[in-house]
């Protein structure tokens, strides 16, 4: 393993831990996109909940949420307790800090989701193959994504503002991309429009991430 | 190791430091004093890279792994014992023998036996050891300290000014304090900020 991995590994490890120990993070996501899904099984009339379009968008509005709530917390210790520096000081490659914190959150998300899929598919309807790959794939993206304005967030007193206002546009791509591949007959392409995102997103992200951590 | 020239730092509107010149020679020991606000924590955190001069020229001639940092902040995760932290300061700073160096730094900071509690446990003191602990693990060439000696008891207090006693024939030092007397007759440059 490079060093670069082993750093990876070190920092995504200890936000695991930290989570096992506070358990703060994934069951507010677990509550939240369990909430989301019933209030909107209430909210919306029967007659539309037969639009798979319809259908489609609340199971992507409830991950983009949900995600949104996990991100605000992603940086939460280090933004607290001034962890940031202490990492920064470090002599391993800065990009290693946000692709760990991204691999966390996509821990997250992937325990939220292995919850909120078959509930989905309990108050409404089951969830295709193409769904579950375009929901893994959206994962990325929002952690990748998620983890780069988090901390940019992270260093502003509005952060809990600051954060949605960032990452929502930036995140229409996905729920473009996400509802197109749960609904359309042939997904590939829409999947592969997740994959793009995804690359692109990526490496800017791990490109900036240096310059949002330093003055 | 240190060369400032006209060096400035302002947030905003809010000047803190104006037109610093600062020489401190590798192994120097810099001792910078001056009321709240005065601008030393600012100066330590432009010294370690955290912030980055609004005007003059800054050169610390250090790689980054090679600055050990003591903030206002312990800087190590609560939820995490004193090993586990210090077990990932490790790694980040690729220290070989971790584990020994991580005993041997516990056992002469007092945190052997609390070694596995959560740092949330400690109190102010000790995770200000801990957090010296951690700044000292990678054995630094250059370590900045801001208030060391705040929240420490008499004994954590004694024991720093033995610490610090050894480390300034070694190693190059800058130390912020409100208690310049305990460690003044060490300075070998004296800054006042006011």
Known sequence: MTAYARDVVALARKDLLVELRTRETVPAMLLFVLSALVVFHFALPASTQGSDI???????MSILFTALLGLTRSFFAEREHGLLEALVLAPCERSAIWLAKALSVMCFLLVMELIAIPAFALFYESVSGATVAAVVLADIGIATVGSLLSAVAAASRTRELLLPLLFLPLAIPIIVGGVGASVADAPGRYLGFLGLYDAIFAIMSWASFEYVVTE | MIRARGLAKRYGEKEVLRGLDLDVPIGGFLLVTGKNGSGKSTLLRLLAGLLAPSEGELSVDVPRGEIGYVGHEPLVYRELTAVENLEL??????????????????????????????????????????????????????????????????????????????????????????????????????????
């Open chain 1, 54 to 60: 319809a259908v489609a968008g609340l199971l992507w």
């Open chain 2, 89 to 194: 300061y490790g790694r980040l700073y690729r220290i070989s023998e971790r584990k020994e160096r991580i005993g041997m730094l516990l056992e002469r900071y007092g945190l052997w036996d609390a070694r596995h509690q959560r740092v949330s446990t400690y109190s102010r003191g000790m995770q200000q050891r801990l957090a010296l602990c951690r700044a000292l693990l990678h054995d630094p060439a250059l370590i900045l300290l801001d208030e060391p000696f705040s929240a420490l008891d008499g004994e954590g207090v004694q024991l720093l000014d033995r610490e610090l006693s050894e480390i300034a024939r070694v190693r190059t030092l800058a130390v912020a304090s409100h208690q310049p007397e305990r460690i003044e007759a060490l300075a070998t440059v004296r800054l006042a900020l006011s």
